[in-house]
Structure formats: structure tokens, C-alpha cells
């Protein structure tokens, strides 16, 4: 049988990804839905929000693939036969964007870069004083594979860090907080949260009222994990309490953020258009070929999701 | 004769200066310019910023003490008999504080954070493709102390680094050019150029056009050094001209920043009042009390400026 990938990412431009895929291998076939043909015959999908229950369509389906590290988008919209493989993407340099990320709104917030800002259009000469990482403790929420590399970032530049999980890391620079009995334990130290949480039914809407309330008075809030992560009311009100001193949020319930949304004026949020990693095709094509390879010899497939976890 | 040391900073809050002196050797009497008494008793000065030729009035003056780590100040506005010592103040907390702004100055560059600020403000979302550290080489301008440590800031968070400086440092990670003749070479390798020189006649205006044209073209600038290092209507064209990306500027020739000047409303420059990082009375007065005893005892005064030199 010929060796065959199909695309299922509908409103995302997938020529990178075809093409890099092909270079990984020239043999490989790669389709496009819903351009594919003999759907019977397709064993490997890589996807990306697929269209509700379009796995149906695929008989003889053994691997779905996420485009990224995600993919509550694949269990959102189909039911998956228990025998198919989901697998994510694990990609060391998105790790390290993702720190940088975090490691920079961070810094912006200890050195009041967005209050700099304002006043510049203000023509207004304002020093304020100023906090150091050595002072702040960062609180990495969901402290697994993509947690650790950024924690390791900001350890790296002096910041005191601690992390949230289900298990325990054994780090050696940072201490977790293992499982839900030690979860206020961990709040309460946090200056800064940074919620890298994977998008399950127990994580929607973690970020809120209940949660904010056991962070230290004035902690920061740093959302790089799913929108639907956070109760965007329940942000609002700790910020206008006084309980938050602000947020950067990176990631949306709706992307792009629509226009007239509160947020985008809000003086205490910082707004990034969910750029804190992006994934590039070119770096983990190799990995999803290779998958493909070991679906074929009967071997261990890579990165695969616990489905009962969701990650 | 009783201890004493006279503080000399018009226009400048020094109460938490002589508190600290104070709480270092309760026996120090700390006297504050112009009240001060006898002034042919005084031996040791501390200063910011003195009145023109306000030296001239104590005779017997064996040390002058700058209350930062510039000197100029003392330089610009008084003739300093050959027989009196100089000295600046070293802290490391200082060059920690340095390194860690101008480690945010260049990820918001890269992470392009003053664009996302304005797109927040038309409520526009407009992802765009961002740079690494791994890929982009800071240029230290001053390789000394301070220098070094903020080069060492940088190198901790993946950023290439080279340094420029008049003799050798043979730094294990940070490749130093040193002298005239490898200026250029330092300069060709730069994506971003830190200032952090001191104040000297050789130095004062050298980020000029002649300067900027050397760089790599989008080159971006970031001073921390003094406001009299930069030619600013050079600066202004040549981001106008697309030499250089933009700019990130603590530092300005009168501070602060008169209202009408030009560079608040510059879409490409990024203004911070002064506060790259501030001397604490508290931290650096341990210093400043060791060096009046090691007057007293004849021993060697520590960080002590090299007249020639002027730093």
C-alpha cells in the first residue's frame, strides 16, 4: 500500500506543511481533505480543529495526528475508535519560544514596561520603582514537558519558580506541588501564575474567581495555554478588586480577539495575538513521518495522548 | 578630628543617603552642602552632580566620592587637584538590575512587544513572525565590570554576545574586540548595540551617523550609557533612512526628557525615564564609609578612577 498522509485542517494554510512533509520522505503521499481520495485506504491523518465527526469518513483510520502540542480540538469534534492512536507534537524549539515568551511579559511586568508606554504617549517622565526576578515567585500552572523548559527559563534569569502537577517532576531547581491537596499550598506563594495548562474538562475555566482569590494580593496573571482556560468575567472583576494587578494574555476564546471585545482597551491586559510559539512544519515534519513509520512496523508510536487524561 | 563626610548633590533627596552613612558608623558626622561647617576640616567628599568649581572651598579635600558609577559629573564642573582621589561607586546589584533591562529591551525587540502594544490600541489583531535569541547577536559597547555582567545576562538566555572594549577581558563566553582597530569588525556583527560605555571626551557623541552606518542595516540601538553618548538627530536619521530598526533609550542629554521633545512621540523609539537601574544608599554606603577609614589609615581606596582615563 502506498505510503499516504492526509491533511484535516480546514481554514489553515497547509502548503508548508505538504512540502515539508515530502521532503521528509518522497514517497510519501500527502492529501488534502476534502480533496482526498479512497478514504478507505487512509491509515494516518495529521489535523488541526477537524470538522465534527469527519473521522467516520476513514474505515481503516490507526493514527490522528495534532498539528501542535494541543488537541482537545480532536477530542472536541469526533468520537475516536478506541484501537486509533492521537498523538501531539513535541518540539524542543517551540519550548524554548515559548519560555522566551514568558520570560519576556515576566520582565515587562516587573519593570512596568506597559505603564512606560502609556506615559510615553503622555510625554510624561515617571520613574517608578522597579522589582527583581530574585524577588518574585513564578508559579508554572501545568508543569509538565513544555512547564519544565519554561521554568528552566526563568530560573535560568534569577526568578524564584515553582511548579503545578498531577505527578511529581522531581526537578532539580524547582520544587512541584503535587495533586489537588496541595494546590492552594502553591497559590498562595505565586507573585506571578503562568498557566501552561493542557486544555481538558478539568482545566475549562480554571483561571477564576476561586482561584485568583487564593493568589497573593496584586499577583500577575500570564495566560499562554488555551482561552478557554480562563473565566474572562472572573478576570475582569480581580483586576477591578484589586486582587490581580493586571494580565498578558496570549490565547483567546475566540481568536482572532473580535474587535469590540473589553479587553483590547483594558489598561492592566496586555494583548498578544497568540504568538508566544508557533510551530513550524519544517521542525517537526521529521517527527510525524516517523510515526507514520513505526505505525507501519507495529512499533511504539511517539508522543501518544492518554485519552482518558486528554494529554 | 571627628569624622566626617560632607555631601554635595543640589537638587537632589539626600536624606536617605546620610541615614545610611549614618547607620554604618554611628561616630560619622554627615553634613549636608551648603550647610556645612568647616569646611577646612573636610577631607572627604560624596557627591552628585556639584556646583561649578564647589571644590575650590576645601582645602584640604583628599577624596571625592561619586554617588553612581559615573563620574563626569565631577569632571564637568570642577578642576580636581592631583593629590585628591576620585573613586565611584561598584555594585553589583546595580549591574544585576542593568543586566536584567537590558535583557527585556532586547526580547521586546525580538518578541516585537512595542508593535503589540500599538495594534492593542486600534484593536488589531496582527500576528507577525518573531526572532530568536540563538539568532542574533548583541553587541556590548563598554566591556568592563558592568558590561560583562550584563553581556553574562544575556549569554544565560541564549543571546550571542560580543564585547568592545580598549584591553582584553578574556571572557570563557563573551569574545572581546579590543582597541580601535577592531571596531568595525565589533560593529559589522551587531543586530543590537548596547551602550554602556562611560562618560568620557573620547566617548561623549559617539553614536553618530558614522557610528550607525557600520552597523549590520536594521541594526537596533539600546543606551543605558549616558544621554550625551547620542547624536540624536543622527539617531533620528538614520531610522528614518531604515539603518536602524528603532531604538530603546534610559538615557538623554537633558533629563528629564523635556515635554516637547521629539523622541516621545517616535513610533520607533521607546522611551524609559532613568531607570535601567537605580543605586540604593543602603547597599553602597558599607563602601563609601570603608573607603573614609581607609583615607584615614592611608590604605589603598578602592574603585578609584584613573584621571587620565576618566574612568
Request: a neutral charge.
Amino acid at each position: 500500500m502506498a505510503k499516504k498522509i492526509v491533511i484535516i485542517a480546514p481554514n489553515r494554510d497547509v502548503d508548508a506543511w505538504v512540502e515539508a512533509l515530502k521532503q521528509q520522505d518522497e514517497k510519501l503521499q500527502v492529501e488534502v481533505y476534502p480533496q482526498d481520495t479512497q478514504r478507505e485506504k487512509t491509515e494516518f491523518i495529521l489535523t488541526w480543529n477537524p470538522p465534527r465527526e469527519v473521522f467516520q469518513n476513514y474505515p481503516n483510520l490507526k493514527v490522528v495526528a495534532s498539528m501542535g502540542a494541543g488537541v482537545k480540538h480532536i477530542f472536541n469534534n469526533s468520537t475516536i475508535a478506541e484501537n486509533v492512536v492521537v498523538t501531539k507534537v513535541e518540539d524542543k524549539q517551540l519550548e524554548k519560544d515559548l519560555g522566551i515568551f514568558v520570560l519576556t511579559s515576566c520582565l515587562n511586568h516587573l519593570r512596568d514596561i506597559s505603564f512606560y508606554y502609556t506615559k510615553q504617549q503622555e510625554s510624561e517622565w515617571k520613574p517608578i520603582k522597579y522589582v527583581r526576578p530574585e524577588e518574585t515567585c513564578v508559579g508554572i500552572l501545568g508543569f509538565g514537558t513544555i512547564g519544565q523548559a519554561v521554568g528552566e527559563t526563568l530560573y535560568k534569569s534569577d526568578f524564584k519558580v515553582i511548579g503545578y502537577a498531577n505527578s511529581n517532576k522531581n526537578h532539580k531547581n524547582i520544587k512541584t506541588f503535587v495533586g489537588k491537596d496541595a494546590f492552594t499550598e502553591f497559590l498562595q506563594q505565586c507573585d506571578i501564575l503562568v498557566c501552561l495548562l493542557p486544555l481538558t474538562k478539568e482545566t475549562q475555566g480554571i483561571l477564576s474567581a476561586s482561584l485568583f482569590k487564593q493568589l497573593k494580593k496584586g499577583a500577575y496573571l500570564i495566560n499562554v495555554g488555551r482561552g478557554a482556560h480562563l473565566k474572562e468575567n472572573d478576570l475582569l472583576e480581580a483586576i477591578n478588586n484589586q486582587q490581580l494587578s493586571g494580565a498578558a494574555l496570549d490565547v483567546f476564546q475566540e481568536e482572532p480577539l473580535p474587535q469590540e471585545h473589553i479587553f483590547w482597551s483594558h489598561p492592566k491586559i496586555t494583548i498578544t495575538p497568540h504568538i508566544a510559539s508557533v510551530t513550524h512544519p519544517k521542525r517537526v515534519s521529521k517527527q510525524i513521518v516517523e510515526n507514520y513509520d513505526r505505525m507501519q512496523s507495529e512499533e511504539k508510536i511517539l508522543y501518544q495522548i492518554d485519552k482518558q487524561k486528554g494529554y
